[in-house]
């Protein structure tokens, strides 16, 4: 039983976005008990037939339209799932209309969508982070390219990172191989306004070495609960070859998250940031989301500040998101044991622990299924097939950019499409489901022209791993 504090159980949500990770969110809060409705804005076709599901035509940054959708279907609980909603102010506008909202406030977002106020913030509050600079003048970003890609002429060029100060959806981080790359990448954002007002300042940062981790905090603003560490694989190809996505897949619990290092990132890096939030006078409740590089401990460059290294390792802030990772949270909802409609409404009452928490045992990996010339333009309308592989022991297919035509088919309506997700009793089982349950030709789901990645926890697994379905 939860303790008497704990918030009333909510009985009518409205989750905002229509991604996977909101198919996620949804599927997990109305396996609640105590949910008997979940409204989703504006959803996909995946939410619209799922369980308790019901999708609505408000769009995600239609901040009065969802104050006004919340009100009329008079929910307990609002989850906002995707950064451009936060950063318009839903969570404000709701919680101003008297709504018990998962997710931060805009103020508390900017630790997402403002890249430069990010970088600031953890420096203010000793919170591992690469060597940057900020600004809105070329002349100094490109000598900031020149002073960071060499350390100051220190060493060889090693690079750099260049970013967008603003949201440019997902797409505002320029990883640079070079000096040369690194010039061409301030020019095409501060002149040639690549990513339009998103870019009218730049933050030009080490470039950072090492295996990433996503850590992600469900939390009140001040108490939290880790879900399972995870990693992604952001870019398009095999090898982490090609372009960066949003997600080509992911897996959980990540094997390399030991511990000493979860107990390590928490204390040097997740409760610091909750405290400095607090102490700044923007709460965070939501879903804090720590993008970590697992620097070499041997690495000159490494700790900014020096934290210490376990493992081998300095883990460093790549990024804050001040929201659930997608797909990450494909792979993370599924071993949620507990009520995770109870966890959020909890955080969003103001004590997370006043909720029962549980992980179950086992792992899960998610593949998600792009549609051809994703990341880049993509046609829609490619109908989907074999969605009953769904019904897999341990398999759920989360819908991403899916929609139902004029016709009712199922029909693809967005870059990333679906997310085969596996939950087994460990992850080389899990990799395996997720890949059995894909191709039209075996049984499986897909799509015309549908592309994925064949590697999808492999550095876990080993180069030997070649479960089922893989080349
Ligand atoms: N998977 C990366 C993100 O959610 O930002």
Redesign the pocket.
């Known amino acids: 039983m939860p303790p008497a504090s704990a918030a009333a159980p909510p009985a009518r949500v409205l989750v905002v976005g229509s991604g996977g990770?909101e198919h996620a969110l949804a599927w997990a809060i109305a396996r609640s008990p105590a949910v008997e409705r979940v409204v989703v804005a504006p959803g996909n076709g995946g939410t619209a037939d799922e369980a308790k599901c019901l999708n609505a035509d408000v769009g995600a940054t239609d901040v009065d339209g969802l104050v006004a959708l919340a009100a009329a279907h008079d929910v307990d609980l609002v989850v906002v799932g995707p950064?451009d909603s936060l950063a318009a102010g839903t969570a404000d506008a709701l919680a101003a209309a008297g709504r018990a909202v998962f997710g931060p406030t805009r103020a508390a977002a900017q630790i997402e969508s403002s890249k430069r106020w990010s970088r600031a913030f953890m420096a203010r509050h000793g919170i591992p982070h690469p060597r940057f600079v900020d600004t809105h003048d070329l002349d100094l970003a490109l000598e900031a390219v020149d002073d960071i890609a060499t350390g100051g002429g220190t060493h060889p060029d090693r690079g750099c990172v260049v970013k967008a100060d603003g949201l440019a959806a997902?797409k505002g981080v320029v990883v640079c191989d070079s000096v040369d790359d690194g010039r061409a990448a301030v020019r095409s954002i501060l002149l040639d306004g690549r990513f339009g007002a998103a870019g009218a300042s730049v933050v030009v940062e080490e470039r950072m070495t090492g295996p990433e981790l996503?850590v992600m905090a469900v939390t009140d603003g001040t108490r939290y609960r880790l879900l399972p560490p995870a990693q992604?694989h952001?870019r398009v190809g095999d090898g982490d070859r090609g372009p960066n996505t949003?997600?080509m897949g992911?897996y959980a619990p990540a094997p390399i998250a030991t511990p000493a290092l979860l107990a390590h990132v928490e204390a040097t890096i997740i409760a610091p940031t909750l405290a400095g939030l607090r102490a700044e006078g923007v709460p965070f409740v939501g879903c804090l989301?720590a993008?970590l590089m697992l620097t070499p401990a041997d690495d000159a460059t490494a700790g900014t500040p020096r934290t210490g290294a376990v493992d081998g390792v300095v883990p460093k802030v790549v990024?804050f998101?001040a929201?659930?990772?997608?797909?990450?949270?494909q792979v993370q909802l599924p071993l949620v044991a507990s009520d995770v409609a109870v966890l959020l409404a909890a955080a969003a009452a103001g004590d997370v622990t006043a909720a029962p928490f549980a992980l179950a045992p086992g792992a899960a990996a998610c593949v998600v299924l792009a549609a051809a010339g994703y990341p880049g333009p993509v046609a829609s309308g490619a109908l989907l097939a074999g969605l009953e592989a769904a019904a897999r022991p341990g398999v759920t297919v989360f819908h991403a950019g899916t929609a139902r035509a004029a016709d009712g088919a199922l029909v693809a309506r967005g870059g990333r499409v679906l997310g085969v997700t596996c939950a087994a009793a460990d992850l080389a089982a899990a990799v395996d489901g997720a890949y059995a349950a894909i191709g039209t030709e075996r049984g499986g789901v897909g799509f015309d022209g549908m592309h994925y990645r064949r590697d999808i926890a492999r550095r876990a697994l080993g180069p030997a791993a070649t479960p089922a379905g893989r080349p």
């Open positions: 990770r950064e997902g996503s992604d952001k949003g997600g992911a989301y993008g990024e998101n929201r659930f990772g997608d797909p990450e949270t």
